[in-house]
């Protein structure tokens, strides 16, 4: 993610495809100004950090369930953690680009300035796959609860 994210703002060719496509802005004229340049520049970095951080915290977890550590109450609290940055990812994605879309354009002449918004499948795909890991993490939580419970009596 951190590679791709600076070869598409580093290669020219690429962010204009990026902007026409998952930004939205189509047919827009394309000269960003070297302010809005590096603000859509900027913006990029709030869901691939997310998108980072959750992945360095599914690679904890995999971890600790290679070391055979399955029902602690870190590994349901690492799926939550997971679960709600994947979230926060996918809410913060259309956000961003519209705000990238206003950036890239803003010191365009006037009637050649835009506000795109855009959804992709892979928004609503992080989203769900957010929710599903939340609730297991949630299962998880109870399965730990019900495994202390069943010791207690043992």
């Known amino acids: 993610m951190f590679f791709g994210l600076v070869w598409l703002w580093t290669d020219a060719q690429a ?85 990238q879309s206003i950036a890239l354009t803003f010191d365009n002449p006037p009637g050649q300035r835009h506000l795109a918004i855009t959804l992709d499948p892979g928004i609503f795909a992080a989203l769900a796959a957010a ?4 609730a297991f993490g949630h299962v998880l939580r109870e399965a730990i609860r019900l495994a202390d419970e069943n010791q207690s009596f043992v």
Do not use: K
Request: glycine share 12%; charged share 10%; hydrophobic share 60%.
């Open 15 to 99: 962010l204009a495809h990026y902007a026409r496509s998952a930004i939205g802005l189509g047919d827009a004229v394309l000269a960003p100004s070297v302010r809005g340049y590096w603000m859509a520049f900027g913006l990029a970095w709030i869901p691939a950090g997310l998108f980072i951080l959750a992945m360095l915290q599914l690679g904890r977890l995999f971890r600790a369930f290679g070391e055979g550590r399955v029902l602690v109450e870190e590994n349901a609290a690492g799926l939550l953690r997971v679960g709600w940055l994947l979230a926060c990812f996918g809410a913060t994605t259309p956000i961003v680009r519209t705000l």
């Open 131 to 134: 929710a599903a890991l939340i």
